[in-house]
């Protein structure tokens, strides 16, 4: 079950797992964007199922956990993805009320569906959570700060969650896919004038190349979603990590996570 997969990273990521063999749920609020990733995994031969449903709501994200349950007896993977920027440039001229849509879609737009699919995995002794985060959860921002507070919120929440469920064998992580061409690219490029030139330098660049191949994000999505991965737990994983090496290596509790380093 993916959320926000009509688009951007989360549609990469449905298709690559349809592709992978997976059943996929594709949930969403967009009904022509749910449409058009279901085709394209149709088309090529996967198999998905459209669920409309808004990620704020959770009576809606819990009907299409039901839904799935129903069809193909359950979630075995939940992929957290679906979130909006928000407002874009210095805090100073944010409005309250663009506040209250990030930190609904990104925050409790993931406690929704992980509270929806837990009881069944809990259950099962089985299941994977996978959140989609961004360099604004380990990094300061400027111009982005609500958005990178909510990143930070869920990488948090990611880390107590994985506590709370390790002895069911549930595991729950979070990744940071790298600099994508999303329509959240196209938001900062029209805010030039409000956002550092470094900021800007980024998304131009990001534009121009696609940022980071799909694939390359399909296989930490997999790595994190499959077998190989049941000793990591409550982790904050960047593409561009060597995360191979953690399918052999042990890891230290403090090791990609939030946490300070203290001196």
Known sequence: MITGAGRGIGKRLAIGFAKAGAKVGLVGRNLRELESTHLEIEDAGGIALGLHADVCNFDEVSAAVGLLDREWGGVDVLIANAAVQGPVGPFIHNRPCDWAEVLNVNVQGVFNPCLAVLPQMVKRRSGKIVTISCDGATTPRAG???????????????????????????????????????????????????????????????????????????????????????????KLIRVQDDWKKLESDGLRPDVFTLRRTHR
């Open 144 to 234: 982005f700060a609500v958005y990178s507070a909510s990143k930070a919120a869920v990488a948090r929440f990611v880390e107590s969650l994985a506590e709370e469920v390790r002895d069911s064998n549930v595991q729950v992580n979070s990744m940071l896919p790298g600099g994508t061409y999303t329509s959240m690219t196209d938001e900062v490029l029209s805010a030039a004038l409000r956002i550092s030139d470094t900021e800007l330098e980024l998304a131009t660049q990001i534009r121009l190349t696609g940022g980071m191949p799909a694939e390359k994000q399909l296989q930490l999505a997999l790595f994190l979603s499959s077998e190989r991965s049941n000793h990591v737990t409550g």
